[in-house]
C-alpha cells in the first residue's frame, strides 16, 4: 500500500502523526471512561469552556500564553463540572449552561481585545503547523492524564458502574470524579490548543464508541480505541495529502474527523452484522386483547 | 422598552431589526427551552446546532436557502442519531456525540472546500445585527408553530416527561410527544441558528428555561417566566454590546448565563431554612402485623 | 360460581412473558366489577408481568382473554414512581395527567375539572391540590398517585403493593379508598405481601409463583398451607407466628398442593 514513511518524514506532517497516536492512547483510556461514564456532553462542555482561557492567554502572552491560559480554564471548567453535576439541576441541563457561560465569556474577551485570537482557529486547530514546542506540552498534558486514568482505573470502574455501590464501600467518590474530569480536561486542552476543538471532540468520543460496538470486553475496547484511533488519524492524514496534491485545500482538522465517523460507521456496520448472525429469533406470542 | 416608531420593517434601521429579532427569538427559545429543560435535551440541542451547519454550508454553495438545507441536514442527522441510539452498546449520549462530531465535521470540510459559503465565526456566535425581514417571518411562524403546539399537546408533552412509565401504562404512546417535542426543538434551532448562532442559540433555549425552573413550582409559570427572561436576555445583551462595543452574541449569552445564576441564588437562599428538599423517608410497617417477608433460606 | 355480570377481567389458561420462556403460566380467573382481587406470591412470582400483560406491555397467550381495552378504561398505581421530586408540577396537574387518555387533544372542560376535584376528593387530598408533588409526603404521593389512576374514570384498577411504606392511619384511609370503589362498581386487582389487609378488602384470591397455584375466595386461598406452597422454601411470618419452612416441608406441600391449583 502506501509508504507510511515518505510522506510523513517532512516534521509538517510528522508532527501531527505524533500527536495524533499520542491522542490515540487517550482516546483508549480517557475516551473509554467518557464512554462508560456518559460523559460526551461534558467533553463537549470542556471543549468549549477552554475558549476564555485561550483568549485571556493570548491576549497576556501572545502565543505562548495560549496553553497556560487553556490549562487554567480548563482545570476550573473540570472542577465547576464535577461540582455542579451534584446539585439539584440535571447534569444535562448544568452541563449546557456551563458551557455557554464559558464559550460567550470568551466571545465577549475576543471581541473586547480586537483580532487578539480567532475563533476558526480554536475551532479547526493548527493540525499541520505545529511546533516542536508544542507537541513536547501536548505530549506532557496527554501523559499525565494517562496515568491519572490508569493510577484509578480500578475505582473509576467501580464508581463508573455503580456510583452508589461505591459510596458505600467508602470510595471518595467526589475525588474520582473530579480526577476523571480533569483527566478529561487535560486531553481536551491539549488538543484544543493545537489541533483544535472538533478534533479534540472527534478523539475522545469517537475510537471509544467504536470500539464498543465491535466488542463488550474492557481490555479489547481499550486495544481496539488505540489502535482505532491511530488508524483513523494516519489514515485521514494521509487523505488531507492526497487531496492537497489533487489541488483541494481542505480543512486538515475536520478531513481527520470526518475519517474517524467514516471508520465508526464501518465499525457499527460490522457490529450490527456479527449481532445479526448471533441473534436467534425468539417466537413471540400472539397478542389478542378484546377491545369494547 | 425600545423606540420602535412603528412595526413597519423597511422603517427600522439594522438595531431596530436586531432588536425586533432578539424579543421573537427570546419568546421562542423561551417556550421551546421549556421542552428542552423539562425533558433533558439540551445535549441533544446542542448537537443539533451543530447537525445543522454541513446543511448550511451546502445550501450557501447551492444557492439555495440556507433555513432549508439547515432543516434537511438537521433531519438526516436526527435520524441518523435515532439509529445510533436505538442500539444497545451505544445508546443516546453517543448518538448525540457522534451527531456532534459528525455535523461539525461536516460543515467545516465543506466551508473549508468551497470558502465562499458561509462564515464559521457567524455560525458559531451568529450575526444579529445583519438580520433580514426573511429571517424575522421564519421566527415569527416558528413562534407561532410553537405557541400551537404548547396550547394543543402541552399537557400530553409535560404527562410525558414527568413520567414516562405512567403515560406508557395510561395507554398512551410515548413516541408521539417525543417526536413532536424533538420537531419543535429543531425548528427552533433552524429559525434562531443563522441569526444568533450555535452557541447563543443554546444559550438563549437553555438558561432562560433553567433558572425559571429554580425559581416556580408549576411548569406553567415556567411557560410565562422563561419567555420573559429570554426577552429581557436579548434586548439587555443587545443594548450592552452596543454601548460596551461587545460581540452581540456573546453578551446576549451571558446576560441570559447571568439570569440563571441570580434565580440560583435566590433558589439556594430560598431553600435553606427548608432544610433542602429531602424526600420524606418511608415510615416503615410496625411489627407484629400479618406479612409475608420472603428472604433467602 | 357467581356468573352474573359480565366480568372486567376473564382470562383462561394464560401464560404471561416477554419474548423468552414465559414468567408465569397456567392462569385462570376473572374479577367482577365491584370486585377486588388480591395478587399475591413471593418475589420473582411474575405478579408484575401479569400487571402488565393485563396492559399489553408484556406479551401473553391465552384461550380466553378479555380485559378492558379503551383508552383510559385501565387505571394503574405503580409500586414506585420514578417522578422527579424537583419537576415543577401541583398535585392537581398531576391528577389531571390521569384525564389526559380521555381528552386527546381537547381542553379539559367543566365536566373533566370536576373528575379532578372528586378523586382529590375520594383520596382525601383536595386541601393539598396545590401543593407541588414532590413536596407532599410518600403516603400522599401514593394516594395522589391513586387519584390520578380514577381520573380517567376506570373500569379496572391495578394496585402494584399499594400498602408497601405506609404507616397504620395510611393504611386505613387507603382501605376505606378501596371500599367506596367497590361501592362505585370499579374492578380492582391489587399485588400485596400484607395477608391481612388481603383479607380485609379482598373478595377473592390469585395465589401465584411462576404458574397459578390458587384461586377463589380469600379465605379459602389464604390458608396456612396453600401459602406454604406458594412461598416454598421461604421463611414466613403469618398472622404473628413465623415459621420457618424446611426444605423437607416444602416440596413435601409442594407435591401435595399443586394439582388442587389446576382447577
Known sequence: ?292 | MLDLPALDFPALDFFGLAMLEVVLAGALAGLVGVLVVLRERAFFTMSLTHATFPGAVAAAILGVSIPLGAAVAAVALIAVAVGIGRIRSQGPAVASGIMLTAGFALGAFLQSVAPLAIDVESFLVGQVLAVTGADLALTAAVLAVALAVWALAGRHLIFSSVDEAGYRRAGLAPWLPETLALATIAGTVVAIMPVVGAILGVALIVAPAAAARLLVRDWRWMLVLAPAIGIASGVLGLWASRWLDLAAGGAIALVAALAYGLAWLVHALRARPAVGDAVPAAVRIPAGHATIETRSP | MNQQPEPVVEMRDAAFGYGGAPVLTGVSFTVQPGEAVALIGPNGAGKSTLLAGILGLAQHTASVFRVPGGTGEIGTLPQSSSIDPAFPVTLEQVVSMGRTPRLGLRWPGAHDRRIVAEALETVGLAAQRRTRFGDLSGGQRQRGLLARALASEPRLLLLDEPFNGLDRGARDDLVETIRTLKARGVALLITTHDLELARAVCDRTLLVNQRQVAFDETGCVLTLEQVEAAFASHVMEIDGHTLATTEHHASEHAGHHHPLADD
Not at chain 1, 517532512?10 to 499520542?22: D, E, K, M, S, Y
Not at chain 1, 481536551?188 to 493545537?194: E, G, L, Q
Not at chain 1, 469517537?206 to 483513523?232: H, N
Not at chain 1, 489514515?235 to 487531496?243: D, E, F, S, T
Open chain 1, 1 to 292: 500500500m502506501i509508504d507510511p514513511f515518505t510522506p510523513f518524514a517532512a516534521p509538517f506532517l510528522g508532527r501531527p502523526l505524533i500527536l495524533l497516536v499520542a491522542l490515540a492512547v487517550a482516546a483508549g483510556t480517557v475516551g473509554v471512561l467518557v464512554h462508560l461514564r456518559r460523559l460526551e456532553f461534558s467533553t463537549d462542555g470542556l471543549t468549549h469552556a477552554v475558549f476564555p482561557g485561550l483568549a485571556i492567554g493570548a491576549a497576556l502572552g501572545g502565543a505562548a500564553g495560549l496553553l497556560p491560559g487553556a490549562i487554567g480554564a480548563g482545570l476550573v471548567a473540570a472542577v465547576v463540572l464535577a461540582l455542579i453535576s451534584r446539585r439539584g439541576q440535571p447534569r444535562d441541563t448544568a452541563v449546557a449552561i456551563v458551557l455557554t457561560t464559558f464559550f460567550s465569556f470568551g466571545v465577549v474577551l475576543v471581541s473586547l481585545s480586537r483580532g487578539g485570537g480567532s475563533i476558526s482557529d480554536f475551532f479547526f486547530g493548527r493540525l499541520l503547523t505545529i511546533t516542536w514546542g508544542d507537541l513536547g506540552v501536548a505530549l506532557t498534558l496527554i501523559a499525565v492524564a494517562v496515568v491519572l486514568i490508569v493510577a484509578t482505573a480500578r475505582q473509576q470502574l467501580f464508581a463508573a458502574f455503580d456510583a452508589a455501590g461505591a459510596r458505600r464501600a467508602g470510595l471518595p467518590v467526589l475525588a474520582l470524579e473530579v480526577i476523571g474530569t480533569v483527566a478529561i480536561a487535560l486531553v481536551v486542552v491539549a488538543a484544543s490548543a493545537t489541533v483544535g476543538t472538533l478534533l479534540a471532540l472527534a478523539v475522545v468520543i469517537v475510537p471509544a464508541a467504536a470500539a464498543r460496538a465491535l466488542t463488550r470486553s474492557l481490555p479489547a475496547a481499550i486495544a481496539i480505541s488505540i489502535a482505532f484511533g491511530a488508524l483513523t488519524g494516519w489514515a485521514g492524514l494521509w487523505l488531507v495529502v492526497q487531496l492537497a496534491t489533487a489541488g483541494v485545500d481542505a480543512a486538515p482538522g475536520a478531513t481527520v474527523a470526518l475519517t474517524m465517523i467514516a471508520g465508526y460507521l464501518l465499525a457499527l456496520g460490522a457490529g450490527a452484522l456479527r449481532r445479526r448472525t448471533a441473534l436467534r429469533a425468539a417466537p413471540t406470542p400472539e397478542r389478542e386483547r378484546v377491545a369494547r
